[in-house]
Structures are given as structure tokens and as C-alpha cells.
């Protein structure tokens, strides 16, 4: 529109999908006999017939056995690596390891569910008959619509994801708890809260947003001291590890600050404290016909679990960066992976004391814990390797070793367009993320050659590969 900024232009994400029609009444009659001789004409080009299956028979035959196999589930695995097969009493047992922690969870009869429930609905109620005045209409409405929605079946839903990349430990694959909250009472809420707290974890010193932002950031330092060892840590299970009722207090505490002293004023303080309180102390979900309460710690998949997690760490991290930064030439955070570049002191006797020294540190913050890779001049860091090579830094694209590389086959239902996003996408992706080219052609032609083994044809892929270049 005529003198609108797009560069201002931040639309909510909070918002209903309009459901409005005009009356037929309101119709122009040339509208309506337009649309009418357009489908009479549409429905002449499409004639019905029994589709062919995109499956071979054994294929076919393979599939319905698995489906009607009275004992085995097919969960999704950690990390997108694909589904995988366990049988039922396998994956109630180990849902159960977790829920049985009781410093975590509690197990609620139907009865008590439903009157904390209720009780919920009544705390929410009563929120919107506070703050309604200052949300704007689309966040009111876009709250209420999912609590709405969601009353009728108001829990949320608990399963696991199989961490196949960790490997056996203890006779058994470890696992991820997910309580998911899109069918709960405050999902709609948990959205409002996440938006107002993204913008504030996006200021801590230590945050990036994703591969290619770290890959700036390392692509601008030219040159590194020649005592530089690069480290990486990753949080022990870090989320249900939040203990709720400090993590409440300190980000609390520090939205009020940030409220008085300016720095953000896209929130009001209170409504927003009391938000979180009702998200993140309500946390009920269901395993099949059984009833839980989170007590302590976060649940990985309530929607402003990722920013509440950077933020509460981000605060601490401040004494962190201020203690240590005569040894810390770079430290990076996304949620509970850091990457960390230190500078070894010259005395072996004294670095080692004090990287005892700092990785003890990182561990004064309400019980999490940070198992920190010794510092070497090579580390694997997301979805890439990072080394320092003739005083620079230099990356490549790293792949876990149990990855099935489960492309689209040519024969799949999806529209076409898909496996063309999919080659121009990962082509840029290995072409950003490669320090040098011979490394990003290196990992092209292994895509390519993934993509025929899955079916393709070269005929189809060489025109999109040369395209993508």
C-alpha cells in the first residue's frame, strides 16, 4: 500500500482465520453466472477413475501387515531421523521411566484431573477479565478461540522420541519426554506468552538463531589467536531440569526491569507474570487413558518452553561472560547447545585449573548441569563441523552417522514443487554452511546420489541440480 513500511511491518502471529462469506444476496448476478459456467467447464476436464497406487504390491502387502501388527508401534525418532519399531509394552515402560520420576510428575485420578482442570478454566477466565483491556482484539480473540477449541478434550498428550543417535546405554535407547500442549487449556495463551518473550531472548549476549546466523558470526573473525581450542557443551536434560518455582522468580524479576527501565515496552509486566504462572505451574496431559501433573521442571512441547529456557539461563550467563572473559574469546547458546571458543592460558598447569574452574561454573544455576567437550581444535556443533585450520575457522557440513536420508521417492503423492524446494534448498544450505567449495560440491554429489538411490531419475534431477547452482 502507498507509503506503507514494509520494514515496520511485523504482523502477530496471533491471530483467527476469518470464516466470513458474503450473502448471495450481496453477490453480483454476473459474479455468480461467471463461477458457474467456470466449474460446469472444470468439471467437464476431470473424469473419475480408479486411481493407480503409487506403491509396489510387496509394498502394499508390507504396510498392511505392519498395520495390523497387534503388538508394535512406530514412534518418530530424536533429530528427525525417522520412524522406528518398538513393541507396545516397550514404549508404555519407557513413557513410564520418566513419568514415574515423582519429582517431576504425579499421576492424577480422572476425577482429580478434571477438577484441577476446571479449576484451570476458571484461573484463565478470570486472567481475560483483567488484562482484557490491554491485549489487543486479534490476541483475545486468537486466546479464546483455543481455549474454546480445546475444552472439550483439555489435556495435553505425552509420548517419546527415541534418541537413537545417543546410542544403547544401559541395555536401552534413551528417550525424549514430549508433553505436547496443542489440545491443552492455555496452548492459546502459551502462544501470547511466547511472543512476548521472544523478543526479550533474542537479546541475551549468547543467542544466534540458527546454523546460518552462527556461520556469520564466525565467518567475521578473520583471524584467531594461535591459543584458541574450540568447546562445545550440552545441557542434561535441560528443560525438565528448569525447576519451576526459581525459574518463575528470575524471569519475573527480570520482566519487571526491563519494563521500568524501557528497554522493552511491548508487554505489561503484570499480565504477563500471571501468564506464566498459569502456563507453566498447569501443565496436564494424558498417556492413553492415564492422568499426569507436571510438578517440577518444563515440558518440551509447551509453546514458549524454547524462549522461558534461553532466557533463564541468559541470566546467568551474564556473570558467566563478565567472570571469564579473559578466556572466552566467543560463547554461543541455542537453548541448551553452546559452542565456545577459548583462549589456553600459557602455563598447562594453570589452563587446566581453570577450565575445571569454568566448567564448574557453568553449573551454579539451579541445578543444570553443562558436560562441557574437552577444547580441541575440531567440533561437531549442530549441523556443522567446526575446525580451526591454519588460524582461521573453517566449517562443514556434519551429518549423524544414524541418518536414513529418507527423501521423497518419485513415486510419492506430494506435488511436484516439494522435490523441487527440496534440492534448491539443500544445495543453498550446503553451499552457506561450507567454508570451501570442494567440501559443499563434496556433499552435493552425495545428495544426488542419495536421491537415485531413493528412485530418481537423472534425467529429472540434472536440470534441477544445474538449476539450483
Known amino acids: 500500500f502507498a507509503g506503507f513500511d514494509r520494514l515496520d511491518h511485523n504482523p502477530s502471529k496471533l491471530y483467527v482465520k476469518s470464516k466470513w462469506r458474503p450473502q448471495w444476496d450481496q453477490v453480483p448476478a454476473w459474479v455468480t453466472k461467471r463461477l458457474s459456467r467456470f466449474f460446469a467447464r472444470l468439471r467437464e476436464s476431470f473424469v473419475h477413475k480408479r486411481a493407480k497406487s503409487n506403491l509396489l504390491p510387496f509394498q502394499e502387502k508390507l504396510l498392511t501387515e505392519l498395520r495390523q501388527h497387534p503388538f508394535l508401534l512406530f514412534p518418530d525418532t530424536d533429530k528427525g531421523l525417522g ?61 479464546r478461540r483455543h481455549l474454546n ?20 546405554k544401559d541395555g536401552r535407547w534413551p528417550t525424549r519426554p514430549v508433553c505436547s500442549d496443542v489440545s491443552s487449556l492455555p496452548h492459546g495463551l502459551g502462544k501470547w506468552v511466547t511472543e512476548k518473550l521472544l523478543p526479550i531472548a533474542k537479546t541475551q549476549k549468547s543467542f544466534f538463531q540458527d546454523s546460518f546466523e552462527l556461520k556469520r558470526i564466525l565467518d567475521n573473525i578473520r583471524v584467531l589467536p594461535s591459543n584458541a581450542m574450540l568447546f562445545t557443551s550440552d545441557a ?117 585449573a581453570k577450565w575445571e574452574e569454568f566448567t564448574q561454573d557453568l553449573n551454579c544455576w539451579y541445578g543444570l548441569t553443562w558436560p562441557c567437550t574437552a577444547p580441541a581444535l575440531s567440533c561437531d556443533f549442530m549441523d556443522m563441523t567446526i575446525s580451526i585450520e591454519n588460524g582461521t575457522l573453517v566449517t562443514r557440513v556434519f551429518k549423524k552417522d544414524m541418518n536414513l536420508y529418507l527423501y521423497l521417492p518419485p513415486t510419492s503423492s506430494h506435488p511436484k514443487g516439494i522435490g523441487t524446494g527440496l534440492i534448491f534448498g539443500q544445495v543453498l544450505r550446503y553451499r552457506r554452511l561450507s567454508t570451501h567449495q570442494c567440501d559443499a560440491d563434496k556433499k552435493i554429489r552425495e545428495f544426488y546420489q542419495r536421491l537415485l538411490a531413493r528412485g530418481h531419475s537423472p534425467n529429472t534431477l540434472s536440470p534441477l541440480f544445474l538449476k539450483a547452482e
Not at 521411566?97 to 476425577?111: D, G
Not at 486472567?127 to 482484539?137: G, N
Not at 494424558?286 to 533463564?312: C, E, H, N, V
Not at 566467543?330 to 602455563?347: A, C, M, N, V, Y
Open 149 to 168: 477449541d480445546n475444552s472439550s478434550s483439555p489435556f495435553g498428550q505425552f509420548y517419546i522420541l527415541y534418541k537413537i543417535h545417543k546410542g544403547i
Open 83 to 143: 520412524p522406528c519399531a518398538v513393541t507396545y509394552d516397550q514404549y508404555i515402560e519407557e513413557c513410564l521411566a520418566h513419568l514415574t520420576n515423582e519429582e517431576i510428575y504425579e499421576r492424577l485420578s480422572e476425577q482429580q484431573a478434571q477438577t484441577l482442570v476446571s479449576e484451570l478454566h476458571e484461573k484463565l477466565e478470570a486472567w481475560f477479565e483483567d488484562w482484557q483491556e490491554h491485549l489487543h482484539e486479534s490476541e483475545l480473540k486468537f486466546i
Open 236 to 352: 542434561t536434560s535441560m528443560y525438565t531440569n528448569i525447576k519451576t518455582p526459581p525459574a518463575l522468580k528470575e524471569i519475573s524479576s527480570l520482566l519487571q526491569k526491563l519494563f521500568n527501565d524501557g528497554t522493552f515496552r511491548h508487554y505489561n509486566p503484570k499480565s504477563l507474570i500471571e501468564a506464566l504462572h498459569l502456563v507453566f505451574e498447569n501443565n496436564f496431559f494424558k498417556l492413553g487413558d492415564t492422568y499426569w501433573r507436571q510438578k517440577s521442571g518444563t515440558g518440551m512441547g509447551i509453546s514458549p518452553a524454547p524462549p522461558w529456557a534461553t532466557i533463564f539461563y541468559g541470566i546467568f550467563e551474564e556473570h558467566i561472560l563478565k567472570k571469564w572473559k579473559q578466556y572466552l574469546f566467543l560463547f554461543k547458546r541455542f537453548i541448551d547447545d553452546i559452542f565456545g571458543i577459548w583462549l589456553s592460558d600459557p602455563s598447562p598447569e594453570v589452563n587446566e
